[in-house]
């Protein structure tokens, strides 16, 4: 009897495995040539590079299956599973994921812009190289997943499931998080980005951080109370440029073209300007503590009350400059190695010797 029972139960599920074999291998060959396939059953189906922009895949089991490659483009995959789906490389750019459950899926270097996932589980997903750029991504849960390298600019993360921390390894520029948006990552301009930057000639009050503007051409620029700390300026152009009140601190600016420049107000802390020219520029008010000038010609520039605390001011051209009211001590400067220092305006100059006011009326 138990042996009939046990040979009994083999059969069933012999058939049932069979079944939904055969039931997956129809809905992979439904999917195929209808392009379409809602609430179907496709756990583990292999479908690598698979044509299937605009399918409707709402509510279908996907799980654990092989998306690589694929072209989901602007599919509909709403409350679908997809929990633990290979879909590296993968296009669902505008595609609407809303409540698919995505979980320990590998998303890598897949792009998924403007795509719709709010209330989508991506918690364990592999997302790193993924583009979520302007994706809605409200109530996303994100916890435990890869971030590293992924790109949210202008995405909508409003009350995602995320740890701060591990949104530091992201790419972030007008993003919106549940602490507000964050413009961390907004720091290189690339290819038309560039060349609209450089042919607009201004951006006011712009964050730059950490952008590469090596060599570019940028005379008269407004940079006006832009943010440019860290910024690499090296041999950039900015000839009669407006940076009044803007932040170039740690900033790379060896070697540029800053004659006639307004630097009015400007932070400089920590900037190297070594052999870069400021001839005529104006630096009233400027904070240039720590600041790298050796080498610079600084003939006839204004550094009218600028704080110079601890600058480098060795072999530098000074001839004509304005030093009223600026701030020398524990400046490193080598009186010997500067050329016409000696018809440098002091006034109320403050250096490491004291008080100098040989120019004062």
Known sequence: MKNFVLKLITSLLIVTCFSSYSSGIGSVKKLLELGSCPQCTLNGADLKRAYLKWADLSGADLSHANLSGANLAEARLVNANLKNAIMVSTNLNEANLSGVNLMGADLRNSSLKSSYLVRADLSGANLSGVNFSGADMRNVNLK??????????????TSAIVNKENLKVAVLCKTKTPWGEDNSGCKTFRGNDLKKFIALGHCRKCNLRGVNLMGADLRLADLSQADLSGANLYKANLKDANLSNANLSNGNVTGVNLSRANLNGADLRGANLSGSDLQYAKLKRANLKGTNLNGADL????FFGADL????????KLRGANLTEANLTDAVVQFENNENLDIAILCKTKTSSGEQNSDCR
């Open 299 to 302: 003939r006839k520039a204004n």
């Open 309 to 316: 605390q601890n600058a480098k001011l060795e072999w530098t």
């Open 144 to 157: 435990w997943a890869d971030l590293n390298g992924t790109k949210f600019s202008e995405a909508d993360l």
